[in-house]
């Protein structure tokens, strides 16, 4: 079978053997790929827009690349691929890229699935989270007013890209998704999508770590950088200052890059007003010596953290099934996820985990209490959790699973 896939963003690993910068963390796309190439009667190609001007082709570990030129919802570069990769069905991984639109709207003789990543038309309605319009006024910054991504320009970004997501989902005919809220999301954009279910596939390292109470750091916490307000992480600094005379040896890692105290000068000067934001709550909460980013973590030293740290929290205003929460689920990290989008299918409350709303930081730091307190209920959830999440996601029942949505849409 012949394979072709698009995706925004080349994996960081391609990107850089390839010339094409550091590309971007799309884990799922990386590790079903590499699954795919290896088997022997699938051939795998692979589109992304990128600074060229003409459709470049290479090969690289038994899988072609395609790289297409920016402008590429303006000129119709398909034939040219098509007529390179002939492809048996099309896969187009998220709807947030300009490149689908054409492909989507000439070329629907050939079997095209759409993977829903985010839903960027329900994103927006969760964006600022929870803070006040005075604090976003207050710490309002000129990057927001230059940049599309901050406090003053960051809704209306994603009300833009939502109607080119909207524009593609209508010229849809089916959607892969994995949660009860992307179906529904989608559905009510295009009410005839024929929706297939499919979990992602995730990294090897995080199946080889494994969570235990004697390994652990106690009274440890591990969140996932949020450089935009829906990532919630403004919640969790509000919570660990409720905690922080309970227990006075609690720590927070944050995962990624310190976006709060950069190192280059241009970006200091130029910080993002929600980045001020959340420093105002580290130093009014005098939690400045809990906090601790770790820098970009390659998956091996991802899956280590997690199989050391006590909690894991998943704080965002909206989400559609995390890989960060099927990863520490997986390790089986007892963790707590907001009750958005897609978490409540993957995290069973009281069973597996906590659930909880996501503005409400009392809840958050009661959760985060209780599992410190009980070794007993930390366990089974850890337990629980990797037991369900090691069924869920099964590469070899995934790449089964895809590999029958693409032969059935291909019928």
């Known amino acids: 079978m012949n394979i072709l896939w698009t995706v925004n963003k080349l994996p960081p690993v391609v990107a850089q053997k390839l010339g094409f910068g550091k590309g971007h963390a799309i884990s799922w796309v990386e590790a079903m790929s590499i699954k795919l190439a290896s088997l ?11 600074a060229v001007n003409e459709v470049k082709d290479y090969k690289l570990d038994s899988i072609n690349y395609y790289i297409i030129p920016n402008n590429c919802d303006r000129v119709d570069y398909w034939p040219i691929i098509i007529n390179r990769s002939n492809p048996d069905v099309i896969h187009a991984y998220g709807t947030e890229g300009k490149h689908n639109v054409l492909l989507l709207k000439h070329h629907s003789d050939i079997p095209i699935v759409v993977s829903l990543q985010g839903i960027i038309n329900e994103y927006r309605h969760h964006f600022y989270a929870g803070i006040d319009y005075r604090d976003m006024i207050r710490y309002t910054s000129i990057k927001d007013i230059v940049s ?3 406090f003053f320009w960051g809704k209306r970004n994603y009300e833009k890209r939502a109607l080119l997501e909207i524009e593609q989902l209508k010229l849809a005919n089916n959607v892969e998704g994995r949660s009860t809220w992307d179906r529904v999301s989608a559905l009510n954009i295009n009410p005839n999508l024929r929706y297939f279910y499919c979990p992602r596939m995730i990294r090897q390292p995080f199946f080889e770590e494994q969570w235990k109470w004697e390994n652990m750091i106690p009274h440890s916490i591990l969140v996932h950088q949020g450089v ?22 609690i720590t927070v890692y944050v995962v990624g890059s310190d976006f709060l105290h950069p190192k280059r000068l241009s970006r200091k000067v130029f910080q993002s007003g929600y980045a001020k934001y959340l420093k105002h709550l580290i130093r009014e909460f005098r939690i400045e010596d809990i906090i601790h980013y770790t820098g970009v973590l390659s998956s ?23 890989n960060s929460l099927a990863e520490s689920m997986i390790v089986g990290t007892p963790s707590i996820a907001s009750f958005v989008g897609g978490n409540m299918d993957m995290l069973k409350h009281n069973e597996e985990g906590f659930l909880y709303c996501y503005n409400e930081p009392n809840m958050l730091a009661e959760y985060i209490s209780t599992i410190f307190a009980s070794r007993e209920l930390a366990e089974t959830f850890s337990i629980k959790s990797r037991e369900t999440s090691h069924r869920r996601h099964d590469p070899d029942t995934l790449v089964d699973t895809l590999l029958n949505i693409y032969k059935d849409i291909a019928k």
Do not use: W
């Open 40 to 50: 022997p009667n699938v051939h795998l190609s692979i589109v992304c827009p990128g």
């Open 148 to 150: 599309p991504t901050c």
């Open 228 to 249: 935009q307000p829906l990532k919630g992480i403004h919640f969790v600094y509000q919570a660990v200052a409720k905690l922080k005379q309970k227990y006075p040896d």
């Open 300 to 322: 091996q030293q991802l899956a280590q953290l997690l199989s050391k740290v006590n909690v894991h929290v998943v704080p965002s205003s909206i989400e559609n099934a995390p």
